[in-house]
């Protein structure tokens, strides 16, 4: 592997194996009823939206990073599936994927707002 290869996709492989530890601790509830699950939703479209940024950034294809994005939500919620004291629910996918797309439109907005400041 190159060290371009490497500087794209380490990122998402660091951020994926984050997203994988989450979801492998058996409750992440907070005691705090409603904001609880909001919070928890919160951070399913965070982590899902840097996802979306650094597959943008590796893939240049935004297509592409939200259907990786959406299928690693779906490998996500597989797993949690199996995970004592956590459950698959489809509503999260839909969340994670939203996610995804955020970080995608995010990172082409940023990226082309650089490309226009460097350009004479």
């Known amino acids: 592997m190159s060290a371009?290869?490497?500087?794209?996709w380490a990122p998402v492989v660091v951020v994926a194996a984050i997203i994988f530890a989450f979801s492998s601790v058996p409750s992440l509830?907070?005691?705090l009823g409603t904001w609880d699950l909001v919070l928890r939703k919160l951070?399913?479209?965070?982590?899902?939206a840097i996802l979306g940024a650094l597959l943008q950034r590796a893939l240049s294809r935004s297509g592409l990073a939200i259907l990786i994005g959406g299928l690693y939500a779906?490998?996500?919620?597989?797993?949690?599936h199996f995970v004592r004291?956590?459950?698959a629910?489809?509503?999260?996918?839909?969340?994670?994927?939203?996610?995804?797309?955020i970080g995608v439109i995010l990172?082409?907005?940023v990226w082309r707002n650089a490309r226009r400041n460097t350009m004479p």
């Open 4 to 8: 371009a290869s490497f500087r794209l």
């Open 29 to 31: 509830g907070t005691g």
């Open 43 to 48: 951070a399913h479209l965070t982590e899902y």
């Open 74 to 80: 779906v490998s996500d919620e597989i797993h949690q």
């Open 85 to 87: 004291g956590r459950h």
């Open 89 to 101: 629910a489809w509503y999260d996918v839909v969340i994670d994927t939203i996610g995804v797309t």
């Open 107 to 109: 990172w082409r907005r």
